[in-house]
């Protein structure tokens, strides 16, 4: 994971996806606290003490909710040939 300072108070998260570094969200601060926005749009409350913590969680609902493979195929094959 990668932390990407935007402005004091805002940050993009990236995470390595085959090599390549791709967006998840962001993060942004409200007086002390820190929320993340993934890029689909769902947003946390601001809850994070730091902006590491924010994109710790932002990660970890990137990774539940969002990055699961699709399921498999099902194998076709011919009864009859």
């Given at each position: 994971m990668r932390i990407v300072p935007l402005t004091a108070q805002t940050a993009e998260v990236r995470i390595d996806v085959d090599g390549?570094?791709?967006?998840?969200?962001?993060?942004?601060?409200?007086?002390?606290?820190?929320?993340?926005?993934?890029?689909?749009g769902?947003?946390?409350?601001?809850?994070a003490e730091?902006?590491?913590?924010?994109?710790?969680?932002?990660?970890?609902?990137?990774?539940?909710?969002?990055q699961s493979a699709p399921p498999a195929a099902p194998v076709r094959r011919l009864l009859f040939g």
């Open positions: 390549t570094q791709t967006r998840i969200g962001n993060l942004g601060a409200v007086g002390p606290r820190w929320w993340w926005q993934h890029r689909d769902e947003r946390s409350s601001p809850v730091s902006r590491a913590e924010a994109a710790k969680a932002l990660a970890q609902y990137h990774e539940l909710f969002k």
